[in-house]
Nanobody
């Protein structure tokens, strides 16, 4: 059974930093594309960053140069620890952040939510001005 669990959200002032973490376990999660999404109240869920099993990242334009996605796979391949380092945070970055596992090994350079089949419960990020 695949399980994703996020941690690390919180409140910070604009210009500050936060680091989110996610542990994906089960079904050789290290093989799959992983991503971070976010959803603000009244808005659609949007992709923030993705990373394939080789560690190649892809970012939404709104976070390029500020956010860094990384992953660390377990030696047996069963788990993958995903991280999102968020720097120079802006009030518009405030949202619930979710980690997700894609249906395939490759990220494909896009963030369609329908191509991600496992999701974490989310962690709240609030950036005050």
């Amino acid at each position: 059974q695949v399980q994703l669990a996020e941690s690390g959200g919180g409140s910070v002032q604009a210009g500050g930093s936060l680091r989110l973490s996610c542990t994906a376990s089960g079904d050789f999660s290290s093989r799959y594309c992983m991503a971070w999404f976010r959803q603000a109240p009244g808005k659609e869920r949007e992709g923030v960053a993705s990373i394939d099993r080789a560690g190649s990242p892809n970012y939404a334009d709104s976070v390029k140069g500020r956010f860094i996605i990384s992953r660390d796979n377990s030696r047996d391949g069963a788990e993958s620890n995903l991280a999102l380092q968020m720097n120079s945070l802006k009030p518009e970055d405030s949202a619930m952040y979710y980690c997700a596992r894609r249906v395939s090994y490759y990220c494909g350079g896009e963030f369609s939510t329908s191509t991600y089949d496992y999701w974490g419960q989310g962690t709240q990020v609030t950036v005050s001005s």
